[in-house]
């Protein structure tokens, strides 16, 4: 499978390559492109066609009966109107006008205002509750307090004449009622009528165009056809694939689960047998891919990452790392050379 290792000019190498990666010589499918053309079926030719004469149909009038004049006699017409009739006229009266009054109140005092002496309470001292509180000395004689008391008023209401009677003249107007009668509006009249005439409306077909002879053009007829065109051939270049060295189990299971999810049933175990090749081949033709190995391109049409934690170290591990191995990369490109086009080739690493 390995073959025999032979120098190989290092121009050849896939340019770029770090670390981890591996690649192989894969044949990459070509592209086609559809192209339409038209091919002629039947050529363009002419025929004599007769054209009919073209009709139309127009409505016109029949006189069925001639127009006539009658009279008629217009009846007299009214209106109603309302107008103001005196049924009393205007007259002088005599009023008595009574005699007017006003009312008003005054406050008449009866009894003046005057101090009498009344008994007093709630002392600032000896008090029988203060004795009662233990009080050491008792209060003896009444208390007797002077006041004044208010004088007394009453309120009496007085009316007196403002106005004597009197006996006045008043001009009483004059009293109407309105009356509605019916009058001539318009008086009765004799009126001309003319009756007009009755007409019936017949469909007739009017030639507007005669017939006629035309030499009508038959155009060619055409077919539709699709070719598949090579707008690039199929060519074998370096491309990126996952290897075991830079995939593991886990990596082989990811992929076996995209293939499952595109329609692919295959066992899901991590391990990269005859079913999971057939599989991977069968979805890289029909997506158009490079069809063989496990590229990048592949793994990433079936939406699985394809680099490991080894694939994202750091730079700093992977200057050291290519310090490492750089003296062994002669050996390695020898072995590539005997195996291009068939085998993998690991960048930086010696053959196992």
């Known amino acids: 499978m390995l073959g025999t290792a032979t120098a190989m000019d290092t121009r050849d190498y ?23 053309s038209q091919i002629e079926v039947a050529p363009a030719s002419s025929r004599e066609v007769v054209i009919p004469a073209v009709y139309e149909t127009r409505d016109i009038q029949v006189l069925i009966k001639e127009a006539i ?9 009214y209106k109603t109107v309302t107008e103001q009739v005196m049924v009393q006229p205007e007259r002088d009266i005599l009023v008595q006008i009574p005699a007017q ?3 008003w109140t005054e406050t008449i005092e009866v009894e003046p205002a005057k101090a009498v002496w009344k008994p007093g ?71 001309t009528v003319t009756v007009p005439a009755e007409y019936m409306t017949i469909p007739v077909d009017v030639m507007i165009e005669p017939a006629r002879v035309e030499t009508q053009i038959i155009p060619a007829t055409y077919r539709t056809v699709e070719q598949a065109v090579v707008t690039e051939p199929s060519q074998l270049v370096w491309t990126e694939v996952l290897c075991d060295t830079n995939a593991d189990s886990q990596k082989i299971a990811d992929v076996q689960a995209g293939l499952v999810e595109a329609g692919y049933p ?13 599989a991977m081949e069968q979805f890289q033709r029909a997506q158009n891919l490079a069809v063989g190995y496990m590229t990048v391109e592949t793994v990433q049409a079936l939406n699985v ?3 490991t934690a080894f694939a994202e170290a750091s730079d700093a591990q ?27 080739w690991i960048t930086g690493f010696p053959p196992h």
């Open 101 to 103: 009054y006003e009312t």
């Open 318 to 344: 992977t200057a050291s790392l290519d310090k490492t191995i750089r003296p062994r990369t002669t050996s390695v490109r020898s072995f590539d050379s005997g195996l291009r086009g068939q085998t993998l």
């Open 69 to 77: 004049t009658t009279y008629r006699t217009i009846p007299a017409t």
């Open 121 to 191: 309470s709630g002392l600032y001292g000896r008090t029988e509750l203060n004795d009662a509180a233990g009080a050491t000395e008792i209060a003896t004689g009444d208390v007797l307090c002077r006041v004044i008391e208010s004088a007394k008023t009453v309120t009496v209401e007085r009316s007196r004449m403002i106005s004597p009677p009197r006996t006045e003249t008043r001009t009483m107007p004059a009293v109407y009622r309105t009356v509605t009668k019916q009058v001539v509006d318009q008086p009765a009249r004799l009126e």
């Open 305 to 307: 990452s394809p680099y």
């Open 14 to 36: 896939p340019e770029s390559a770090t670390a981890g990666q591996c690649f192989a010589r894969v044949v990459m499918p070509p592209r086609v492109e559809t192209v339409t």
């Open 266 to 278: 295959i066992a899901v175990d991590g391990i990269f047998g005859p079913e999971t090749l057939h």
